[in-house]
């Protein structure tokens, strides 16, 4: 291989062209003999890949070395060390760099097709490698690592989002662009941007899907981070969701996980002493019940006529204005007049909403509302 490596730094051109390919044909067969664990054979294979190629190489053998560099990649990509890895997908975005100048992002087989498959492996490879460390300081190096990336990424306009109409992208490439953009969620979390995980979360609505949407809410659940900075990403995702245009969301799915993720929220708003916040979840809660079909807020889902629209569920409705007016009746006790009075009278639109979404005959906003009369009259 260091034989291989001087003819390299020292051949004429058919030379060259000849050593790399017997690089493919002779060295990565023997590296797959050892199931792709000997790290010697792979860094000597790098090592020759990375000696500059003097633009030699036609576009289709140029595309073709990028294409077997990645080959390898894939089958090193749970084995390898990650150094080499990244080092490997490296080289082969650099070949495949050197196809196009400018690379035309709708066009599936071309290069930003190539460096969005390299990035995605790089990307899942380095976040599998955070999660799986216990040491904080090299697991906070690894995902920011992991954010870099994502970062350059992006930046080089490799992004369908900012290349190209989001409807034209085919599903392949959506897929895997919507797990880059959950573990860039994933890695901000970590490293604590919470305006960064705003913004990512905001920019998903032209694709957001059903599985993207359950992802970021399990990623924001679990981050150990303030209540604040949780409470304002859930409410991010449901703005997002409630607003969004996507094609690809499931929206009778969607009708029926939003009254979820508004309790989530409203819990988390009222475990954050987070009063404002709290009391427009509740707006928000009102709208929905009154509009299933959600027209009046912004939704783009079905319409509300339709047989297959789902309404807002009784119990979560139920809950709602019951914690309401639990909450009024504490601004009470601590003479927070105009506050509890506005809080029971959402609490009480709530409750007679009940009866058009489940049916208890008004039974709940009744009760509110003697429950109020008496508070006002004590």
């Not at 990565?28 to 633009?55: H, T, Y």
């Not at 090193?76 to 975005?93: F, T």
Request: net charge negative; hydrophobic share 35%; with cysteine.
């Amino acid at each position: 291989m260091k034989g291989l490596q001087w003819i390299l730094k020292s051949s004429k051109t058919d030379r060259l062209e000849g050593c790399v390919v017997k690089l493919f044909q002779y060295d990565f067969p023997e590296l797959e003999k050892c199931a792709w664990k000997n790290e010697g054979i792979l860094n000597e294979i790098i090592s020759v890949l990375e000696i500059e190629p003097n633009d030699i190489f036609s576009a289709s053998e140029l595309e073709w070395i990028a294409r077997m560099s990645y080959n390898a990649a894939v089958k090193l990509h749970n084995s390898a060390q990650l150094e080499p890895l990244i080092r490997l997908l490296d080289l082969s975005i650099s070949f495949s760099g050197r196809i196009h100048n400018q690379p035309d992002p709708n066009d599936p087989s071309n290069v930003s097709q190539h460096h969005l498959l390299c990035n995605f492996l790089k990307i899942t490879r380095t976040t599998a490698d955070a999660r799986r460390e216990t040491n904080p300081t090299e697991k906070e190096k690894l995902y920011t690592e992991s954010y870099k990336t994502i970062t350059n990424f992006q930046n080089q306009n490799q992004s369908p989002l900012a290349t190209t109409e989001p409807t034209l992208l085919q599903e392949p490439y959506l897929s895997k662009h919507r797990i880059i953009l959950s573990l860039h969620l994933e890695a901000s979390i970590h490293l604590n941007d919470w305006p960064k995980a705003s913004q990512i979360i905001e920019s998903t609505s032209p694709i957001i899907d059903d599985k993207l949407s359950s992802v970021f809410l399990d990623c924001i659940l679990r981050a150990e981070s303030p209540s604040s900075d949780i409470v304002r990403a859930v409410k991010t995702l449901l703005r997002t969701l409630h607003a969004s245009p996507s094609p690809h969301l499931n929206h009778q799915t969607i009708s029926q996980t939003l009254p979820r993720y508004i309790r989530c929220l409203f819990q988390l708003s009222l475990s954050a002493a987070d009063d404002p916040l709290a009391e427009s979840v509740l707006d928000q809660a009102i709208v929905l019940v009154r509009d299933p079909g959600g027209r009046g807020g912004g939704y783009q889902g079905p319409d509300p006529s339709s047989s297959s629209s789902s309404l807002y569920p009784s119990d979560e409705v139920r809950w709602l204005a019951t914690v309401a007016f639990n909450r009024a009746v504490d601004f009470y006790l601590v003479a927070r007049d105009e506050d509890c009075r506005r809080w029971a009278g959402k609490a009480i639109v709530l409750a007679d909403g009940v009866d058009g979404v489940g049916g208890d005959g008004g039974e709940l906003g009744e009760l509110l509302r003697e429950r109020l009369e008496m508070l006002v009259a004590s």
